[in-house]
C-alpha cells in the first residue's frame, strides 16, 4: 500500500479553517480543481466533477467535527489506484490562532508504479493546500 501526504501552516483559527473546508461538500470553496459537488445519500456521497469534467464519487468513512477531521474513501474515479482511504484534518497551532491542515491518504497502485501513483497525490494534496492557504492570505488583505 502507497501513501502521500502534505501539511501547510495557515495564519487562520482552526475554527475559521474547518468552516472553510470541514464541510463534505466544501470542495468547490476551496480547491479549483474541483469546481461542482452534489451530495447524495443523505449527505455521505458526493459526486464531484474535475476541471475537465471527469466524474469523481467518494464516500465519507469518517466526520469528526470536534476533532476538525474526516476522512472518506474514493467509489469511482479516474485515478490508477484500488482502496482509497484520505483524511483531511485541521488542528491549532502552539499559539492557537493558527492553523495547521494535513491531507493524506493510502491506496494501493493499479496499472502505475507506486511512484507515479504517490506523486499524483502528492500534488494533489500540496496543490489543493496551497490554494487553501492563498484563499486565507487573501481574505486578510
Known amino acids: 500500500m502507497a501513501q502521500a501526504s502534505a501539511k501547510i501552516d495557515i495564519p ?6 474547518w468552516q472553510r473546508v470541514g464541510g463534505f461538500n466544501s470542495l468547490p470553496d476551496w480547491l479549483p480543481a474541483i469546481p461542482k459537488s452534489e451530495l447524495r445519500e443523505g449527505g455521505r456521497v458526493r459526486h464531484l466533477a474535475d ?3 471527469k466524474p469523481i464519487v467518494e464516500r465519507l468513512e469518517t ?3 470536534a476533532a476538525r477531521s474526516y476522512s472518506y474513501s474514493i467509489v469511482e474515479g479516474p485515478f ?5 482511504l484520505s483524511t ?4 491549532a ?3 492557537g490562532k493558527e492553523s495547521q491542515v494535513e491531507w493524506s491518504g493510502k491506496f494501493t497502485p493499479n496499472g502505475v508504479s507506486e511512484e507515479e501513483a504517490t506523486k499524483l497525490f502528492q500534488g494533489m494534496y500540496e496543490g489543493g493546500l496551497n490554494a487553501l492557504a492563498a484563499g486565507f492570505v487573501t481574505a486578510k488583505k
Open 63 to 65: 466526520f469528526d467535527n
Open 88 to 91: 483531511l484534518s485541521v488542528s
Open 93 to 95: 497551532k502552539a499559539d
Open 12 to 17: 487562520a483559527s482552526p475554527d475559521q479553517v
Open 51 to 53: 476541471s475537465d469534467g
Open 80 to 84: 490508477p489506484v484500488t482502496g482509497y
